[in-house]
């Protein structure tokens, strides 16, 4: 037998270089994966007591007995492929939405508290009602309900009938013997379950549930809703700051007509 002759130094570099391109390259890929899962877990909807996004990430074991739990398959595990985090829980409501089950039996079957029965309950009793899967967003461009014709397929399909979403009735000036039925959301009442999404009969949904987080605006701590007895009580012990400044010492006629430095 002939032996084997040594690896000349343009082999080993060339050799050296396909292995770091295919390496960079599968970097990429896992990467790329990583950016599309993180991007696309701020969307999911999670089980009804899912604690914030982050934390359910650290928390979920991927174990999957939520899903097994689930009597309408609403629920399902992300699998390679779908670019969400894999093994996690979620659901999609224009598909399958939550069926507001009384007894909620994905939530007691989490063994990490990654589902937080605490949560779903009122005065120690499991109530589906308080939980907070997600905020249904009207498309009022799309939703033809806004366009005069008379649709309530989401009012209907709605578990809360009557306090999620309510009908805001208004007169069609266009026509000016018609009225618009306009479809309005409640974000208190409302659980995210997707009844509405699923109900919609435009092409694409007119109305979407987004978590929470993506749905609402913050109008911030300094604002205080002074009808709102709870909200209220956040400035019983606040003190009042009075600044005076050389513009405050002018009347605020003589402030408006001051030109200041505008000349």
């Not at 050296?16 to 969307?43: C, H, P």
């Not at 205080?224 to 002018?250: F, H, L, P, Q």
């Amino acid at each position: 037998m002939s032996k084997r002759e040594p690896i000349s130094d343009r082999r080993k570099f060339i050799f050296n270089m396909a292995r770091g391109v295919g390496i960079a390259t599968l970097g990429g890929f896992v990467w790329s994966a990583y950016i599309d899962e993180a991007k696309a877990s701020q969307l999911l909807l999670r089980p009804p007591g899912a604690i914030k996004e982050d934390d359910f990430l650290k928390t979920c074991i991927k174990c999957g007995m939520c899903v097994e739990a689930c009597p309408f398959d609403t629920l399902l595990l992300a699998k390679p492929g779908d670019h969400k985090p894999l093994g996690t829980p979620y659901f999609t409501p224009r598909d399958v939405p939550c069926h507001m089950c009384t007894d909620i039996p994905c939530v007691p079957v989490c063994p990490t508290g990654a589902l937080d029965q605490k949560s779903v309950e009122t005065e120690n009793k499991l109530d589906i009602n308080s939980a907070e899967m997600g905020l249904a967003v009207i498309d009022k461009d799309s939703c033809i309900a806004f366009w005069g014709i008379q649709c309530d397929a989401c009012y209907r399909a709605c578990p809360l009938l009557g306090k999620a979403i309510t009908i805001e009735y208004a007169k069609n000036e266009r026509t000016g013997k018609h009225a618009f039925l306009k479809p309005v959301v409640h974000s208190d009442p409302c659980t995210g379950c997707g009844m509405c999404e699923h109900a919609c009969v435009t092409q694409k949904a007119a109305i979407q549930v987004f978590p929470r987080e993506v749905a609402m605006g913050k109008a911030g701590d300094y604002y205080i809703k002074g009808w709102d007895k709870k909200d209220d009580k956040r400035v019983k012990d606040a003190k009042a700051i009075k600044t005076r400044t050389e513009i405050s010492k002018k009347s605020a006629i003589d402030t408006l007509n001051d030109s200041g430095d505008l000349y």
